[in-house]
């Protein structure tokens, strides 16, 4: 009997997905492939077109956003892949304070006219739709990174859809746990791996999920012909991480939320970013569509930017470092990059909220605060 993990909860199937087919002493973890070459007749062809590991891994992560996915070497390889698609000189709508690595590849491709990029505030529904006639792709980010702000998800995907625009969601900080962009109609969602999915901050990887079998195709074909494919062993890696990912998320969103509560009462923080507080400009739009607030908030210290450096690296349970989403928590100032957003505040901490226990990781951001 075939296996339907889509009649599953979203917990369970990070359990049962991408296992092997069960039979006499059949393995239940799924087996490292080590392989670049294979027998010829097979579905598989060549190392550099897919590898029974990464269908594994694939397998897992299509549980949970639905559609059919790909790995890549790492969250800007899959980004890359997705702009990749696009034929020379496409329209690009896209966020104008998400993720820094994504900002300087469009500018990149701005530069060089590869791209027309028109970047716009993705949390001002109306002036994103003012900005879709004439687009090929609108680029979604949200939660955005590091500033938190949520677009209102279903009124942009619907509104892009109805211009037969391009949309592609980056999912990376709520996960499919929280929001499930296909569903809600998006052509790709795009998650880095490396952050909450695989969770302990030992590999790099992207993914790109689709339902639409010519774009799979087309994506697929990037992979192959560009070569940003992932390791067998990172696929084992991440797959591994995927077991324990619904429950480590839970608990993470659990501490982040008491933290922001906490954090927007001390005297030393000037405002806390987190869409779950109550307070938060985006909290109203946010629980419409998103079913918990994830683990990463952002908070300004009062002070310079040198002194939430200072904040950062007194800490002794977070360690002061970039990346998100693994089980020990961590947090920077962002600005300390130079291709980060000047519209960043110079004073803005990203804290990407562990599974340590939150008391102690409490009292940990109050002695890192008692030195303003």
Same mark, same amino acid.
């Given at each position: 009997?075939?296996?339907?993990?889509?009649?599953?909860?979203?917990?369970t199937r990070?359990?049962?997905?991408g $296992?092997?087919?069960?039979?006499?002493?059949?393995?239940?973890?799924?087996?490292?492939?080590? @392989?670049?070459?294979?027998? !010829?007749?097979?579905?598989i062809? =060549?190392? $550099?077109?897919?590898?029974?590991?990464?269908?594994?891994?694939?397998?897992?992560?299509?549980a949970f956003?639905?559609?059919?996915?790909?790995? %890549?070497?790492?969250g800007?390889?899959?980004?890359?892949? !997705?702009?990749?698609?696009?034929?020379?000189?496409?329209?690009?709508?896209?966020?104008?304070?998400? =993720?820094?690595?994504v900002?300087?590849l469009?500018?990149? =491709?701005?530069q060089?006219?590869?791209l027309?990029?028109?970047?716009?505030?993705?949390?001002?529904?109306e002036?994103?739709?003012?900005?879709?006639?004439?687009?090929?792709? /609108?680029?979604?980010e949200?939660?955005?990174n590091?500033?938190?702000?949520?677009?209102d998800?279903?009124?942009?995907?619907? #509104?892009? +859809?109805?211009?037969?625009?391009?949309?592609?969601?980056? @999912?990376?900080?709520?996960?499919?746990?929280?929001?499930?962009?296909?569903?809600?109609?998006?052509?790709?969602?795009?998650?880095?791996?490396? +952050?909450?999915?695989?969770?302990?901050?030992?590999?790099?990887?992207?993914?790109?999920?689709?339902?639409?079998?010519?774009? %799979?195709?087309?994506?697929?074909?990037?992979?192959?012909? @560009?070569?940003?494919?992932?390791?067998?062993?990172e696929?084992?890696?991440a797959?591994?991480?995927?077991?324990? %990912?619904?429950?480590?998320?839970?608990?993470?969103?659990?501490?982040?939320? *008491? /933290? !922001?509560?906490?954090l927007?009462?001390?005297? +030393?923080?000037?405002?806390?970013?987190y869409?779950?507080?109550?307070?938060?400009?985006?909290? *109203?739009? !946010?629980?419409?569509?998103?079913?918990?607030?994830?683990?990463?908030?952002? %908070?300004?210290?009062?002070?310079?930017?040198a002194? #939430?450096?200072?904040?950062?690296?007194?800490?002794?349970?977070?360690?002061?470092?970039?990346?998100?989403?693994?089980v020990?928590?961590?947090?920077? $100032? $962002?600005r300390?990059?130079?291709i980060?957003?000047?519209?960043?505040?110079?004073?803005?901490?990203r804290?990407?909220?562990?599974?340590?226990?939150? *008391?102690?990781?409490?009292?940990?951001?109050?002695?890192?605060?008692?030195?303003?």
């Open positions: 009997m075939s296996h339907d993990p889509s009649k599953e909860a979203l917990s990070a359990i049962t997905a $296992r092997p087919q069960r039979a006499g002493d059949s393995p239940l973890n799924a087996p490292i492939s080590l @392989n670049s070459t294979f027998t !010829a007749g097979g579905p062809g =060549y190392g $550099r077109y897919g590898n029974e590991t990464w269908s594994a891994t694939e397998s897992a992560i299509s956003e639905g559609g059919s996915s790909l790995i %890549f070497s790492s800007m390889a899959a980004i890359t892949a !997705a702009f990749s698609i696009l034929p020379w000189g496409a329209s690009v709508v896209a966020s104008h304070e998400g =993720y820094s690595g900002m300087t469009l500018n990149q =491709y701005s060089s006219g590869r027309k990029v028109t970047l716009v505030d993705l949390s001002k529904t002036d994103v739709i003012a900005q879709l006639p004439g687009a090929d792709l /609108l680029w979604l949200s939660p955005s590091p500033c938190l702000d949520v677009a998800l279903p009124a942009l995907i619907s #509104a892009a +859809k109805s211009q037969k625009i391009l949309v592609m969601v980056d @999912n990376t900080f709520a996960t499919a746990l929280t929001q499930r962009p296909l569903e809600m109609g998006a052509d790709v969602v795009m998650n880095s791996v490396t +952050k909450f999915l695989a969770g302990h901050s030992d590999l790099l990887m992207g993914s790109l999920s689709t339902s639409d079998a010519e774009l %799979f195709t087309s994506l697929s074909n990037a992979r192959k012909f @560009n070569g940003s494919i992932a390791g067998p062993f696929a084992w890696l797959l591994r991480g995927i077991r324990t %990912f619904p429950l480590r998320f839970a608990q993470s969103c659990k501490s982040a939320h *008491e /933290l !922001a509560l906490r927007s009462s001390h005297p +030393k923080v000037s405002r806390v970013r869409p779950g507080l109550p307070t938060d400009s985006q909290h *109203e739009r !946010a629980k419409s569509f998103m079913s918990t607030f994830g683990a990463v908030l952002s %908070f300004e210290v009062i002070g310079s930017g002194d #939430a450096d200072r904040v950062c690296d007194a800490s002794e349970i977070i360690t002061h470092a970039t990346s998100l989403g693994g020990e928590s961590l947090w920077e $100032r $962002r300390r990059w130079p980060e957003s000047q519209s960043v505040p110079e004073t803005l901490i804290l990407s909220v562990g599974c340590e226990d939150v *008391e102690d990781l409490w009292k940990d951001i109050e002695k890192a605060l008692s030195i303003l």
